[in-house]
């Protein structure tokens, strides 16, 4: 089956510093990938997706490049502010899933934060 | 972007009571909605995909008859958790998508369920 493996947090690190939260994942056939965000008490939000091998997903400066030969989709931002502190997910769709029943399988997310 | 709504966002029961706890789409009208639960440090789990009209899919090992879903109109649906236990504490959370099957799915902040 599919499945979703994220780094571990919580990761901790001072305004405009680098960011990388890996992701790899495990699935049949040719899966869309997702990163969401849930900041404080809000619900999760699409944060950027890649729907086939070496697209690249960007917004609000994040970036993630979608690496079939890796099974990856890593997370980068290149100087992270205080307003990025959140939970990360990761996530994966089966292409084939189709119908009603498209469904997503997230990692256990990542807690990010940044210091002033 | 589109706003799901769930409420109530914490409710704390005592054992042996059922609770419910509501999801709405506030802007669109969503075909299918989505119920996850969520431990501390895990990834959310899919419970079950409602779909407006008729009966919820269950996803493995998760008891149709404890976790009541009612998706009765485009914008609501419900979860009802029946005879709570303190095991049945946890974060759930909904999504919904609008129109087709790879639509973007819209999550709610989430309710958090207290048993004594």
């Known amino acids: 089956g599919n499945s979703v493996t994220q780094m571990e947090g919580p990761v901790t690190l001072s305004e405009e510093a680098f960011l990388t939260i890996n992701c790899t994942y495990t699935?049949?056939?040719?899966?869309?990938l997702f990163w969401y965000v849930q900041y404080p008490g809000e619900g999760l939000q699409l944060l950027l997706k890649?729907?086939?091998?070496?697209d690249k997903g960007s917004n609000k400066g994040f970036e993630a490049t979608y690496r079939k030969e890796t099974t990856s989709f890593h997370l980068e931002k290149g100087s992270v502010q205080v307003s990025d502190s959140a939970v990360y997910f990761c996530a994966l769709s089966s292409v084939h899933s189709g119908g009603s029943n498209y469904k997503l399988t997230f990692g256990k997310g990542t807690l990010l934060t940044v210091n002033p | 972007g589109a706003v799901v709504s769930q409420h109530p966002s914490r409710v704390i029961c005592k054992s042996g009571t059922s609770v419910k706890i509501e999801c709405r789409s506030l802007?669109?009208?969503?075909?299918?909605m989505f119920w996850y639960r969520q431990f501390p440090k895990q990834s959310l789990m899919l419970m079950a995909t409602s779909n407006e009209g008729s009966k919820a899919t269950y996803e493995q090992g998760v008891e149709k008859d404890k976790f009541l879903i009612n998706h009765a109109s485009l914008t609501l649906s419900t979860l009802t958790v029946t005879s709570a236990h303190p095991e049945d504490s946890s974060f759930y959370i909904c999504s919904a998508r609008a129109g087709h099957s790879t639509g973007e799915l819209f999550f709610g902040e989430g309710s958090r369920l207290t048993v004594l």
């Open positions: 699935a049949t056939g040719y899966p869309s």
């Open positions: 890649a729907t086939k091998a070496d």
């Open positions: 802007d669109f009208q969503a075909t299918t």
